[in-house]
């Protein structure tokens, strides 16, 4: 499990000091987030994604989208709206 480390983001723990690890989020639910690390899955608790992620992706395939519409019903425009909001 990745958490933050009982000093806070601070000397060995601090955000950079390790470099930098691009892992997908496969699953998540209120406590954890599920994440794929060199083969395995490993959790991370939400407080570690905020403290560590400073950067994210969304990928998006054409096929998943007909008439731009996916099949949980939000539409592209919408999507991309509340994504732009991030910036």
């Known amino acids: 499990m990745w958490v933050v ?5 601070v000397g ?3 955000p950079g000091s390790w470099g930098g690890h691009a892992v997908p989020v496969v699953a998540y639910d209120a ?11 490993l959790s991370m608790t ?3 994604f905020e403290t560590y992620c400073d ?17 949980a019903g939000f539409d592209l425009a919408t999507l991309e709206a509340d994504l732009g909001a991030f910036k």
């Open 5 to 9: 480390p009982p000093g806070g983001p």
């Open 12 to 14: 060995p723990g601090a």
């Open 31 to 41: 406590r954890t987030l599920t994440v794929i690390t060199w083969g395995q899955r």
């Open 46 to 48: 939400w407080g570690f």
């Open 55 to 71: 950067e994210a992706y969304a990928i998006l395939d054409g096929d998943w989208l007909k008439n731009n519409e996916c099949p």
